[in-house]
Each structure stands twice: as C-alpha cells, then as structure tokens.
C-alpha cells in the first residue's frame, strides 16, 4: 500500500484479505476498534472507517452490542429466465419447481408514460399506460420487486390469473420476443426497505420488453437481491 494512502485502507486491505481467502471465515468475529487500533497502530477514528467501509461493501456486518462478524454467504439460487413463460407469475413458478414456497402481492393503478418509459413503449411521453407494481416473497421473506407497464387496453384484471403472453394473445397480440437486459446498480433506499437488504449489497436489474413484432407491448423493472440469485438464460442454437 502506497505511503500516500490513508491509514484505514490499510486495515481493510489486511481484513478484506482474510476474509476473501477464508482465514476468517463466515461468522467469526472481526477485532473490536480498540483490538485494531493496538494490531495495525492506527487511531481509533481509522479502525471506526475501516469498520464502516468493510460493512459498505458487504463483507462484515454488525450487531448492536456484539460487534462486527464476517458475513455469511448465502447460496445463489439460479433463475431460469426462459421457463414458464405461459404462467402468471414465471418467478415464482421457477421457485416453485425448486421446491420454494412463493407467494406475491400486486396492484396497478394508471400513470403517464413519462420519458424514460415513453421511449421503451415507443409512445409519447404523456400517454396513460397501465403500471402495477409486485411484491414477491418467499417463507414470508422479500424476494423480488417488478413494475410492469402496458397499454391501458391490455391491463389485467383484478382476478386476473393468465399470463402476459395469454392475455395479450386474448387482445388479438401475439408476443414473439422477450428480450432483457440485465446490470448491476446500488439499491433505492426503498428498495432496501422493500427488500431487506444488508448493507453492501447491490441489486440484478432487469429490463423486460415484450415484444409482438416491431411493437413493445409490455415493459418492466425486475429487482432482485444481489446476495441470494444468479440469473440464467438458455439460447437455442
């Protein structure tokens, strides 16, 4: 470490270190301010920001009255994007055939277009598309957060339990492609809330179109916890 670096980063880089190479491993506990402050000969407002950034990029986490663990690491369940396209809720169908119990909550309500949507759907900016949001959970823990927004005349109903791609073919539209694209970003403060999210952790963020032809019909934001997935696409050849 450069001599022009602050101090801190030097203990981040020694306990990031340990952490990665699995000398401390998932629940043991990381040396209090004082135990850092003797180890690495650094104040204590270095050992209190090298706290906070190792718990800023996930790697430890703290616990009122205990002090700072190293953070376990989940398992990613795998998301089959390209499964179950004809159901009303292909996530938790995916989950489902992975023996994972989903339940989900959803309401639409109108809203403008706006640019940003605008330009997806290929409308104008003030055009009144249909948005509803889904909640979904899994043994009653948040697991993934959609906005979806179409054109009033295809918007579903309260009772609604077909798929996208049913009711859209209902309205005479028959949908030829999905495409989405997929990045990584750091969450909304709602988004956390909504999601439970430990500090350190970044969102998937996936942009779905639907598309019938040269038309996009339908187009989302899917956010899904970056700790707890991995996403994966079939491409046929």
């Known amino acids: 470490m450069a001599t022009s670096d602050p101090v801190y980063l030097r203990v981040v ?22 135990q850092l402050t003797r180890k ?45 396209l004809d159901h009303p809720a292909p996530f938790a169908a995916d989950l489902q055939s992975q023996g994972r119990r989903v339940t989900w909550d959803w309401h639409s309500e109108p809203t403008e277009a706006g ?15 249909t948005r509803t949001h889904f909640i979904f959970r899994g043994e009653g823990k948040p697991l993934q957060l959609v906005t979806s927004y179409e054109p009033l005349e295809f918007a579903p109903h309260a009772e609604e339990r077909r798929s996208l791609v049913a009711r859209m073919y209902a309205h005479g539209v028959k ?4 495409v ?7 969450p909304r403060p709602a988004e956390s809330d909504a999601l439970d999210l430990a500090a350190g952790v970044n969102v998937l963020h996936i942009e779905r179109t639907h598309w019938a032809g040269d038309r996009p019909v339908e187009t989302s934001d899917i956010v899904i916890p970056g ?7 079939s491409m046929p050849v």
């Open 13 to 34: 880089a020694d306990i990031r270190r340990q952490i990665i190479d699995g000398t401390l491993p998932p629940g043991a506990p990381i040396p209090s301010r004082a």
């Open 40 to 84: 690495y000969q650094v104040g204590e407002t270095a050992a209190r920001h090298a706290l906070r950034v190792l718990a800023g990029e996930g790697l430890i986490i703290g616990r009122v009255g205990s002090g700072h663990y190293v953070r376990e690491r989940p398992d990613l369940t795998s998301l089959y994007r390209w499964r179950f």
């Open 115 to 129: 640019p940003d949507i605008a330009r997806r759907l290929r409308l104008s900016a003030s055009s009144t598309l």
């Open 175 to 178: 949908v030829t492609e999905v």
């Open 180 to 186: 989405e694209s997929v990045h990584t970003r750091v």
């Open 227 to 233: 700790d707890r997935f991995r996403v994966t696409y």
